[in-house]
């Protein structure tokens, strides 16, 4: 079945300590995303790529870094930089075209002590 | 600035008790307003897509309507099994490669 895999599931980290968040899909999509979701707000966008070897700030990409290096993956490198990185992170992609639908990974729950 | 407002921000409602959630929006040319459900813990799941003022979408329990500044959730005689957070999300004309998202309205149908 293809689908978006976000790994791990729950991830916890000493605060001072960069941390990489995995996302994998076989869904062909050329576009991919990444998402913060904090209790009470809205999903906001870090960062995204439309095509391999280019991406995009999304309005919260400060402490925050990624990649394309190939079409599957687009792995999120959350700094030390970033001031409040305890949240919900989500993956998602798209094809290319107009109003197609985000289809979204399980997310990863990070917790920065 | 673009916005997606949602309200209620929670919902109970007993099973078989019908209602609607409300998503308003402001954007620069809308292409397409999305709908999705958001279980505890998972990523949302997409629901519906609606593209212009007056279109309709069903499924199952659920109808999706727009208009020039709002949407429409209604749940037909909800389950218990409806019991989820619903998204509300929109993409402008102009930023293609992004979704602007409401912050929720959290839904709990009681048997």
């Known amino acids: 079945d293809g689908g978006i895999t976000q790994s791990p599931k729950y991830l916890f980290r000493k605060e001072g300590q960069n941390v990489t968040l995995s996302c994998e899909q076989n869904l062909n999509h050329d576009a991919m995303y990444w998402y913060r979701q904090d209790p009470g707000q809205g999903l906001r966008l870090i960062y995204y790529s439309q095509i391999v070897n280019d991406f995009q700030k999304g309005d919260i990409a400060e402490g925050y870094s990624v990649s394309r290096e190939k079409k599957e993956s687009f792995p999120l490198t959350v700094t030390s930089a970033q001031k409040n990185p305890t949240a919900f992170y989500l993956c998602?992609?798209?094809?290319?075209?107009?109003?197609?639908?985000?289809?979204f990974g399980n997310g990863t729950r990070l917790t920065v002590t | 600035e673009d916005q997606v407002t949602q309200s209620p921000e929670a919902l109970r409602l007993q099973e078989g008790e019908s209602s609607s959630l409300n998503c308003s929006y402001t954007?620069?040319?809308?292409?397409?307003l999305f709908w999705y459900r958001q279980d505890p813990g998972k990523g949302p799941e997409f629901l519906f897509t609606l593209y212009s003022a007056g279109e309709e979408k069903e499924k199952e329990r659920l109808k999706a309507t727009l208009t020039k500044k709002e949407s429409f959730l209604h749940i037909t005689a909800p389950k218990p099994e409806d019991s989820a957070t619903y998204l509300c999300?929109?993409?402008?004309?102009?930023?293609?490669?992004?979704?602007?998202f409401g912050q929720g309205t959290t839904l709990q149908v009681k048997p």
């Open positions: 999300a929109v993409q402008a004309a102009i930023n293609t490669g992004k979704l602007i």
């Open positions: 998602a992609s798209s094809a290319p075209g107009q109003g197609l639908p985000l289809h």
């Open positions: 954007v620069s040319g809308l292409r397409g």
